[in-house]
């Protein structure tokens, strides 16, 4: 059965940093491409980062550009997403996403997300 | 750009055939494929629709994408209760290198 798990998320002052982690599990991660996508709350879906099975293809949304770093590590079947300088609109829910087969913008398989929330 | 315009609501009663449209440009959804996620209350987004009209595995036929220029719509027929939910588009954008969501359109089966 295919698992993605998010950890790492919580209450951040603005300016600060928080790493997150998705941990897989079920399916072969180290060939898979991964994204993080973001939903602030009662709001829609916000793609923020993909990275390629073997890192060596990433991208950012503007949005987090120069400030969210997007990593993984195949042998602990792993994803990252170290975010800095974090903003009020940062506040939302992370998920971690399994890249499907077919194309740029599908997403086959989600985690639960982890929360982050941006406040003094 | 940044979301992909989505009608915010759409309703229907149940057994009525109800259609999301969403629209784009010659940068994401002409040139690239499209899309759809369900997100039913308080859930994750699950895959609904991909390569413009594929449902996976599981995905009741009910359910059927389409795609023409710059625009994509989702179609649900014999409408149920349970269908109520979120329903965003996404799509690669070539210009960004980057994914656009739609906006999503909230479904109420009336």
């Known amino acids: 059965e295919v698992q993605l798990v998010e950890s790492g998320g919580g209450l951040v002052q603005p300016g600060g940093s928080l790493r997150l982690a998705c941990a897989a599990s079920g399916f072969s991660f180290s060939t898979s491409e991964m994204t993080w996508v973001r939903q602030a709350p009662g709001k829609g879906l916000e793609w923020i980062s993909y990275?390629?099975?073997?890192?060596?293809?990433?991208y950012y949304a503007d949005s987090v550009k120069g400030r969210f770093t997007i990593s993984r590590d195949n042998a602990r079947n792993s994803l990252f997403l170290q975010m800095n300088t974090l903003r009020a609109e940062d506040t939302a829910v992370y998920y971690c996403?399994?890249?499907?087969?077919?194309?740029?913008?599908?997403?086959?398989?989600w985690g639960q997300g982890t929360l982050v929330t941006v406040s003094s | 750009q940044s979301v992909l315009p989505q009608p915010p609501s759409a309703s229907g009663t149940p057994g009525q055939r109800v259609t999301i449209s969403c629209s784009g440009s010659s940068s994401n959804i002409e040139n690239n494929n499209v899309n759809w996620y369900q997100q039913l209350p308080g859930r994750t987004p699950k895959l609904l629709i991909y390569?413009?009209?594929q449902r996976p595995s599981g995905v009741p036929d009910r359910f059927s994408g389409s795609k023409s220029g710059t625009s994509a719509s989702l179609a649900i027929s014999g409408l149920q209760s349970e269908d109520e939910a979120d329903y965003y588009c996404a799509a690669w954008d070539d210009s960004l290198n980057g994914v656009l969501f739609g906006g999503g359109t909230k479904l109420t089966v009336l």
């Open positions: 996403a399994r890249g499907g087969n077919n194309n740029w913008s599908e997403f086959d398989y």
């Open positions: 990275i390629s099975s073997k890192s060596k293809t990433i």
């Open positions: 390569n413009n009209n």
